[in-house]
């Protein structure tokens, strides 16, 4: 019976945990925001050492 009730509270806990780890604070939305522009100007910068390489061949 008291292992019974421990797993409830146990699962009950992490069902909580679960669900407050759904919502986004303004840090990780800009997190979010810096990821994306350091990953748009990673392409960019690639696209134009291609555009380098491409010169230098010709």
Do not use: H, W, Y
């Not at 069902?15 to 990953?39: F, Q």
């Amino acid at each position: 019976m008291r292992l019974t009730a421990l797993l409830v509270g146990l699962f009950s806990i992490f069902l909580l945990n679960l669900g407050a780890c759904e919502r986004e604070g303004p840090a990780e939305k800009a997190g979010e925001k810096v990821d994306e522009a350091t990953e748009q100007t990673g392409e960019t910068l690639e696209r134009a050492g291609e555009k380098v390489e491409e010169q230098s061949r010709q």
